[in-house]
């Protein structure tokens, strides 16, 4: 009996310093990656404004298959819709499987003549779950590496119109 009691508080107490800890990191969390570019804002906006756009330069529209229906497309897990468009942004709603909903905003901010800096963010609320909170921590690591090979196939396709 006294073992079952030690467990059964132990786990309570390991339950409690998780929790503790998890509380320390925030419920919103936010990964961004910006490049500078040589193009026009019709340019960008075709390739990022619009999801049909994202076959050109976003890689898991071109290797995986995926259903488009309007402003919402469907790869394997994943779902993306578009839910606002300025002159010089995109916001789009990325749903993955298991996790809380992004919001994805794609902007392009005039620099200098000819050259514009793309901003792609990634934001994500979470609730107070310990799981949810310490998944946050590799979206930086995750997300981060594979927002920059995007941005990099994005930066290919628009310098290849430009010629």
């Not at 995926?66 to 942004?89: E, F, L, M, P, R």
Request: with cysteine; proline share 2%; charged share 20%.
């Amino acid at each position: 009996m006294r073992l079952i009691k030690l467990g059964v508080i132990s786990f309570l107490v390991l339950a409690i310093l998780v929790t503790a800890i998890a509380s320390l990191f925030p419920s919103t969390v936010i990964v961004s990656r910006a490049i500078e570019v040589n193009a026009g804002a019709d340019s960008i906006a075709k390739y990022c404004g619009d999801l049909n756009g994202w076959k050109a330069w976003m890689s898991d529209l071109k290797q995986n298959e995926s259903v488009w229906k309007d402003n919402t497309v469907y790869i394997g897990t994943q779902t993306i819709k578009k839910t606002a468009t300025t002159n010089h942004s995109a916001t789009f709603q990325w749903v993955a499987t298991g996790q809380r909903p992004y919001i994805v905003k794609i902007e392009w901010i005039f620099l200098k003549q000819g050259i514009y800096v793309i901003h792609w963010s990634f934001e994500q609320h979470v609730k107070w779950y310990p799981w949810e909170k310490f998944q946050t921590l590799l979206n930086e690591k995750v997300l981060g590496a594979k927002m920059e090979m995007e941005l990099g196939n994005l930066r290919d396709v628009l310098l290849q119109q430009n010629n």
